[in-house]
């Protein structure tokens, strides 16, 4: 049996450009993973201990919340980090102003996102050679998913938000 101790708090958006790198663009250089409008996003990081080990980004455009730059550290995928990243902040008061949230998924990625109440809109189009489709969830109902670390983990100790 593997403890998992994960906590999730806000960060500055210069916590997040290393782990966005390292996970989504780690063969380009590190203005690729820089968002214009970072200083006026919500960041959230994922802590396991002292180590981040997840981020992602929320983008307020009311009463839309556009999530950006999600990002888990591969060892750590599928055990329900990113999920529960995006349940943690649709549950801040900040994201409880809007009625949805949308990102431009990886395409394979989407199932992903489909699990936590997003659907799938349009058409497949391409960024930077990376296939993508737009999903959008309700806040509401990604904000009532409860907190837990997926089935991967025989057991683990309730997340400290």
């Known amino acids: ?15 997040t450009y290393g782990l966005r790198q390292q996970v989504l663009w ?19 990081g994922a802590y396991e201990g002292d180590n981040l080990i997840g981020v992602g980004s929320f983008f307020f455009d009311l009463p839309s919340v556009r999530l950006r730059k999600l990002a888990v550290l591969p060892e750590k995928q599928g055990c329900g980090i990113g999920s ?7 549950n801040q008061p900040d994201l409880q102003k809007a009625d949805n949230i949308w990102c431009d998924a990886r395409e394979d990625a989407v199932a992903f996102y489909q699990r936590l109440s997003f659907k799938v809109e349009g058409d497949i189009f391409e960024k930077f050679g990376v296939n993508y489709q737009r999903a959008c969830a309700e806040i509401a109902a ?10 991967l983990l025989d057991a683990a100790p309730p997340l400290t938000p």
């Open 84 to 90: 529960n990243l995006i349940r943690y902040a649709a």
């Open 142 to 151: 990604v904000a009532q998913q409860q907190l837990v670390i997926e089935e």
């Open 26 to 44: 780690p063969d380009s250089p590190i203005e690729r993973v820089m968002v214009p409008e970072d200083h006026q996003a919500l960041h959230i």
């Open 1 to 15: 049996m593997r403890e998992l101790e994960i906590s999730f708090r806000s960060i500055p958006a210069t916590l």
